[in-house]
């Protein structure tokens, strides 16, 4: 609703067209750059509206749109939250599998130790990081863990030898799950670590989702009773 001059019946189609005013005098006394109603009719109609204009001269001027929207329907709606509250318990899902996942993390890097650790957090893990293969050895003999991200180029211990130690001791468990962490993307290289007794592979550095999927997946495969060597 404008309760300005009005719009001449002559001139109202006039004034949807760009740069277009009642007349010249109007952009002196009044401003503007004439292009708002042009602007606006463009935007209705590109949503398939129609804007109209009712006004008279000297009463002020009146205009209204249109535009067709479809409702959902209420079984289209109940899909909807359906679906939402089906993300929403696979995350609280995850959440629970993340929280009780014991995740043990062998890299000698300090960097890019403090790079896995914050992913992991930032995922809802809570890790516990050791430097090499020997420490890896030393903590699985005291406590237990369901995945390991395990460097393959560690000082004393390497990632291969640690493994090798591990499976020996466990021969009948596929648990832990031992996950390699290197530098070398060629795919001969992820089969060689799982003919060595990995689980799978992850190239560094480590892409987030790529590292969320990868843990998803086996952390829905881990033995929740805790074990340990």
């Known amino acids: ?50 804007l109209k204009l009712e006004s008279k001269d000297g009463e002020g001027s009146k205009f209204t749109f249109t535009i067709d929207y479809d409702i959902p329907s209420a079984l289209e709606i109940e899909k909807i939250l359906e679906a939402e509250k089906t993300k929403d318990l696979e995350k609280s899902f995850q959440d629970v599998v993340a929280k009780s996942t014991r995740i043990l993390v062998a890299e000698d890097n300090e960097t890019n130790c403090l790079l896995i650790e914050r992913a992991l957090k930032k995922l809802g893990y809570d890790p516990t990081v050791v430097h ?39 021969q009948n468990s596929e648990f832990p799950i031992i996950i390699a962490l290197t530098a070398d993307a060629i795919e001969s290289s992820k089969e060689k670590y799982i003919s060595k007794g990995m689980n799978d592979c992850l190239t560094k550095p480590l892409d987030l989702p790529i590292l969320k999927s990868t843990l998803d997946l086996w952390s829905n495969r881990v033995d929740v009773s805790h074990w340990k060597l």
């Open 1 to 50: 609703m404008d309760s300005g001059i009005g719009i001449p019946l002559e001139k109202q189609k006039q004034v949807f067209e760009a740069f277009s005013q009642n007349d010249t005098s109007t952009a002196r006394k009044f401003g503007g750059s004439g292009l708002g109603l042009s602007i606006t009719k463009q935007l209705v109609e590109l949503q398939g509206g129609v």
């Open 132 to 170: 090499n293969g020997r420490e890896v050895i030393e903590r699985m003999q005291l406590e237990a863990f369901d995945i390991i991200l395990m460097d393959i180029h560690m000082p004393e211990v390497d990632g291969i030898e640690a493994t090798k130690w591990i499976r020996s001791k466990n």
